[in-house]
């Protein structure tokens, strides 16, 4: 299922942004056959992992990784040999967001990994836009190939590889005889325990015993059962499964937002990102000097706003609790992942805002943001507040409710007040 969906992925949007490229010639055809090449790299080491166990160590599998490596380097150098083009900004677009191809080497989520290399790239497919969107429309359509090219990318590898890269569990070659095996699709690596045996052939003489598997249970008494021994409901609840993550953004944990804050604050630039994590109680965290191309993340905060000066890319608000942030403008969107209790500021403009699993959520807006585009998903107590133009704000709820009827032509859903 794993080599399929990646060759659906490499027939169908990878071929609709080589036949606009081809279409749009120049640099940019040249450019997309490098492009074209990395993909069906990716789609033979694809093949391989599903034929075969993770290497023995870690020189093996960078030896594995290595073309796909070479061929993304070989992308962005095109780039640079060709600043002059008229192109540019089209080979720029590919070169920022072609690093997605490296979820491979990205665990436990990966998905998200390639989103904000995608994110990435729409600083520059925004400027193709502006450029092209009056004289051309080809290059409006490439552009909308490109990034449904990485959002099928995206979709993919939350299917089929949620937790990182999956590899076949027997194949050619021998697996290690001790250590941690790669993460199954469903499980954090932080709960994969060291594996010294896999005996299964013990394990299947267990099963096949029958009746007798139950001859050595134990026998539960009363003193046993937590509903008439009041003694043994103290503490925690050790059967309470922690809050699941969601694979559609940046997550790193599956902790849910009121969770307690056991590690040391975090404020730091690791290239265009910027991350804010761990913050509790902290009103006066500030982002200065950022750039266009930035994106901002702030992770599992606790009653702390965050300003952003400037305009960036896009701003992520991730398992926060009672946090708010405020901000210029965005190029492409802010999203809020698992929060509760959450506010957003924009004293400029945002083309687009996502809530996605969120429980309260206020979003003030600017005039100039007056279009914005609004999707939500699975959360609630979402209200718009739209200035009014003597300093207040009139409070718009968004709909949680629909309703749903069908036709001739599918399904229609409308948005509803009330279902009583």
Known sequence: MSVAGYEELVGGPVQEYLALSQKIGGDVTAHSQLVEKVFQIQ???IRTTSTRPAPANQTE????LGPTSTQIQQIQEFRDKHRASPFFNHLSAISESIPALGWVAVSPTP???????????QFYTNRVLKDWKEKDKTHVDWCKAWIQ???????YVRKHHTTGLVWAKGGAVPPPPAGVPPPPPSMPLGDVAPVLNDDRSALFAQINQGENITRNL????????????????????????????NSGSPMKTTLPANAPIDKPPVFTRDGKKWLVEYHKGNKNLVVENAEMNNVIYMFRCQESTLVVKGKVNSVVMDSCRKSSVVFDSLVSSIEFVNCQSVQMQVLGKVPTISVDKTDGCQMYLNQESMNVEIISSKSSEMNVMVPKGNGDYTELAVPEQFKTTLSPKGLTTVAVDSLG
């Open 43 to 45: 789609l033979a080491f």
């Open 61 to 64: 599998q960078v030896s594995l």
């Open 111 to 121: 998905a998200p990994y390639v989103k904000e290399m995608n994110d990435a790239g």
């Open 149 to 155: 090219t990485l959002a099928e990318l995206q979709q």
């Open 218 to 245: 134990k026998k539960v008494t009363s003193d046993m059962q937590t509903h008439k021994n009041h003694n043994l409901r103290t503490g925690p609840a050790p059967f309470k499964a922690p809050a699941t993550a």
